[in-house]
């Protein structure tokens, strides 16, 4: 990368850093005023709203994979058991449900367009179902139809139908210009489709990566955004990153409910110690028995448990010395192997030069 390259890297870098921390100061973060938050619920109901994608689950590739880690599962799992939980979500209600694998959980799929309240919700015993845009499915099934078709050439474009949506997702489309023209294709499709409606028109909304079609269409809310970049939104706090806030369930022996902590603290800030595992190469390393039998003989007045533990640490640190010995032994290598091509220039250069002297010199005698 050239050097002007690297400062109008830096200076745009900048520019992001200013832009957000300005729109922070009408969007303060969630977690530096969260008691000042929390003291708005005093003698209310809470009830949490959640976004799946980017907020249960990390942003991928392939909108198949965009899949719960355990630990968020246990911690939705706990949440939805002490709180009215509703996940609002692009997808349709079948493919959240899916992912979420709870029953106690309320889904607002199409962007509220296909909802499914859990049963017991208002006292019912039945699941109850609101989709008041049903009459256009048949039109939004021409409309994902259309759009298979005009974007089955494209690389790494797909097409979902996520029911009252029709999403296009594009990230994994790597040329420029044909994502350029997947965003022209759909402007197109929507355009001539609202030109034979007379009715209230379909409309287009891009999220990262993806473009969604959908029907255009007295609760005290607190809203928070989870985005790394500035952007519109009705919504009072932020949060940077998911990862930003540490939620857990705790065990309370007094109570059926299970109290949850949230701390700031954030994951990749945190050392943890991994778990021993021994690796069966190891059987091929001829210094690995004196290893275990020294640290195994070292304390032979303690416990078997102590002396595992001892002898774990011992082979985590020999397996550690030998990663960085064979780091060391492969740069030496890849140093002698360039010397190496170094002298093979220099002797080709000097039998160059000898057999030209060589040449020269016959045509004297």
């Not at 400062?7 to 957000?20: E, L, M, N, P, R």
């Not at 990390?58 to 509703?86: F, H």
């Not at 020294?294 to 640490?313: E, F, G, N």
Request: charged share 25%.
């Amino acid at each position: 990368m050239s050097t002007s390259s690297k400062k109008i890297d830096s200076i745009a870098s900048s520019d992001a850093v200013v832009d957000y921390a300005s729109w922070k100061v009408s969007h303060p973060p969630a977690l530096d005023i969260f008691d000042e938050i929390f003291q708005k619920t005093k003698g209310k109901q809470i009830a949490l709203f959640l976004d799946y994608d980017g907020t249960l689950a990390g942003i991928v590739d392939d909108p198949a994979e965009a899949k719960m880690t355990r630990k968020m599962y246990q911690v939705l799992r706990d949440v939805a058991n002490s709180y009215p939980t509703s996940i609002i979500t692009g997808r349709s209600v079948m493919k959240a449900k899916e992912f979420l694998k709870l029953e106690n959980v309320n889904v607002s799929g199409s962007h509220g367009l296909d909802v499914q309240l859990a049963q017991g919700v208002g006292g019912s015993q039945k699941t109850i179902i609101h989709q008041p845009a049903a009459q256009f499915l048949p039109k939004i099934a021409e409309i994902l139809k259309e759009l298979h078709a005009k974007t089955q050439h494209i690389n790494g474009c797909i097409v979902e139908d996520n029911k009252f949506c029709a999403s296009v997702h594009y990230r994994m489309v790597t040329n420029q210009s044909e994502k350029e023209t997947v965003k022209d294709i759909v402007k197109a499709v929507l355009n001539d489709f609202n030109k034979k409606t007379d009715n209230k028109p379909m409309k287009l909304s891009g999220g990262k990566m993806v473009l969604n079609q959908r029907r255009a269409e007295g609760m005290d809310g607190i809203g928070i955004v989870v985005s790394d970049t500035p952007k519109e939104t009705s919504s009072m706090y932020s949060l940077r990153n998911p990862k930003e806030c540490n939620c857990s369930t705790l065990i309370s022996p007094y109570s059926d409910h299970s109290p949850i902590l949230i701390t700031s603290e954030q994951d990749f800030q945190r050392w943890r110690r991994h778990r021993f595992r021994f690796e069966n190469s190891w059987f091929l390393e001829p210094n690995l028995f004196p290893v275990i039998a020294t640290a195994w003989s070292s304390h032979s007045l303690q416990d078997i448990v102590y002396r595992l533990s001892t002898s774990s640490t011992a082979l985590q640190q020999w397996s550690r010395a030998r990663r960085i010995d064979a780091g060391n032994i492969q740069k030496s290598l890849e140093a002698k192997l360039l010397r190496c091509h170094d002298l093979i220039g220099s002797f080709e250069q000097a039998d160059n030069e000898y057999q030209s002297a060589r040449r020269e010199l016959q045509g004297y005698m």
